[in-house]
């Protein structure tokens, strides 16, 4: 057989995947689907992921064989706009928990309307927040609250303010005519719809401008609070929460500041009264509902060196600055919702993707794994971060290399030979497995893959759904770079295993490959 030039490459890129394939590279065009799979290594289950720009959430095993899809909503997407608000997640009564945007009928700024799906594609609950100063976005769970011993749907939502409240925020007016804006929160609701806690960032600042507001201060010494005037002050959603997670035995939450590369964890239980609503939120703006811990950029609160470049712009050092726009912050735990986090490696440690867009130096995406406590989980003591100190980077290649000092609270991460093994711009996420090992979704190129604690990859598999054409959306046997960030990216993915309660009494029969099950390979994008 006659080979031209691009197909050897190609051919031999294959052989080096699937021989070789203990790390990821970057190529110009290869397979999509099943890159790898080491059975003896790998953690065996079913994967779930909803693409961006796809029609489906899909659930697949370890072959990368479908065995469930659920369809999106149909009619609320418009072309060249995804109907799906960021991912699904499958609960352990079978049900999918998922959120949708109806941009179709309400417009690109629509809040998600969370939803819970039978296995037969049924909407069982619904919940759409319609207070028009709400915005819901990005991530949602299903949590354990320990207080009311039931289960209640939380979610970050951006709550609208005027010009006039930001001011009284905190906000720093000086050259800008409007500073009305969206600061992030977070919002609780029980099963029948009721909003029963709320918090938002904006009634937790500290500044040094203006002596006149009662939240004048020493950002320093105020590092339960936020400072709106960190660097070029704040604008649009302030924060821009791309993620949290709820801690049951601490009564705890955590949400991702994304904007300043940082995560704050808040005391839900002491800011909360059962069959209160209205003392609950107010609790929650008050001071106890100040940060009790926050951990990646003590820069932005007066607290540690931050990034600077250095030697004319030749080089550059990261100061105590950690991670770089980060996604997916989570405690490590076993169950999806409960009060139990299980026996996981690391069980209780946070667990975050860095990104690593915003770093001066050498540009690269890690997995982070840390243990913020001063003796047991359960006891919910934090060491500050300053205060638990760093030790000087180590690795080659420039990996690292620009870090002025890692934290020590720091105890596993990974970070790749090759900086453009799994890099992501923006979304992805991680999940610790039952046997130690690590999923990781990097999300910006649909690639998702498994990694053991030494970081050796032992499954590998890139979606195969791509952006739409006329309305259409593709499924590609073949990607190529010129698909770009966006072409068939996913938020985050989730393992289940094989008797996971959610999948208890349901078929999963592989039905075929995506790409086998729906063929409507469209034209590729070019550059």
């Known amino acids: 057989m006659f080979l031209t030039r691009s197909t050897y490459v190609f051919t031999i890129t294959l052989v080096l995947a699937t021989t070789f394939g203990v790390r990821a590279f970057e ?8 890159i790898q799979y080491d059975p003896a290594k790998a953690f065996a289950g079913y994967t779930i992921f909803s693409p961006f720009r796809g029609q489906n959430t899909y659930l697949i095993d370890m072959q990368g064989e479908v065995v469930h899809y659920w369809p999106y909503p149909e009619g609320w997407s418009i072309p060249g706009s995804e109907s799906i608000e960021k991912h699904a997640r499958l609960l352990e009564d079978g049900t999918l928990l998922r959120g949708v945007v109806n941009k179709a009928g309400r417009g690109g700024m ?31 769970r299903m949590i354990w609250n320990p207080e009311l011993e039931q289960q209640t749907l939380m979610y970050t939502a951006t709550m609208e303010i005027t010009h006039e409240q930001a001011i009284a925020a905190g906000v720093d007016p000086a050259g800008r005519d409007d500073i009305a804006s969206r600061p992030d929160g977070l919002v609780e609701v029980d099963m029948d719809g009721n909003v029963i806690w709320q918090w938002n960032i904006s009634d937790h600042t500290v500044q040094d401008i203006n002596s006149d507001l009662a939240n004048f201060g020493v950002i320093s010494e105020s590092p339960g609070k936020f400072d709106p005037n960190f660097g070029n002050g704040v604008g649009g959603d302030w924060i821009h929460a791309n993620g949290f997670d709820f801690n049951s035995v601490l009564d705890h939450v955590v949400i991702n500041n994304s904007a300043d590369s940082e995560f704050y964890v808040i005391d839900h239980g002491a800011t909360f009264v059962p069959g209160d609503s209205e003392e609950s939120i107010a609790l929650a703006a008050s001071d106890a509902g100040d940060f009790i811990f926050r951990w990646g950029n003590p820069c932005v609160y007066d607290s540690g060196d931050c990034p600077s470049a250095t030697d004319e712009g030749q080089s550059s050092t990261d100061g105590h600055q950690q991670v770089f726009f980060s996604h997916d912050i989570q405690w490590i735990r076993e169950r999806e919702v409960g009060p139990y986090l299980g026996e996981l490696r690391g069980s209780g440690n946070f667990l975050i993707f860095d990104n ?3 770093r001066l130096g050498p540009t690269f995406s890690s997995v982070i794994e840390l243990n913020p406590y001063a003796g047991p989980m359960e006891d919910g ?13 180590t690795g080659g290649m420039g990996m690292g290399a620009a870090a002025a000092t890692i934290s020590k609270q720091i ?9 453009n093994s799994f890099y992501s711009s923006y979304i992805s996420g991680v999940q610790r497995l039952p046997n130690g ?27 195969p759904v791509g952006d739409r054409t006329r309305d259409e959306y593709g499924i590609y046997t073949t990607m190529t770079a010129d698909a770009g960030r966006a072409f068939n990216s996913i938020f985050k993915c989730a393992r289940y295993a094989p008797d996971y309660p959610g999948l208890a009494g349901k078929d999963l029969t592989p039905m075929g490959q995506i790409t086998e099950l729906f063929t409507n390979e469209v034209a590729r994008p070019t550059p």
């Open 437 to 463: 090992n690590t999923l990781v979704c990097s999300g910006a190129h649909g690639h998702l893959f498994e990694i053991t604690t030494d970081g050796e990859i032992v499954w590998e598999y890139i979606s």
């Open 381 to 393: 003591n934090y060491i500050l971060e300053a205060d638990a100190g760093y030790v000087a980077p």
């Open 27 to 34: 190529v110009f065009q290869g397979p999509t689907e099943l």
């Open 356 to 358: 690593g867009a915003r």
């Open 411 to 419: 105890v596993w991460s990974y970070r790749p030979t090759l900086p």
């Open 110 to 140: 629509s809040g998600a309307i969370y939803q819970l799906v039978a296995w037969d594609g049924e909407v069982v609950w619904e919940h759409d927040d319609e207070r028009p100063e709400f915005t819901p976005h990005h991530d949602f």
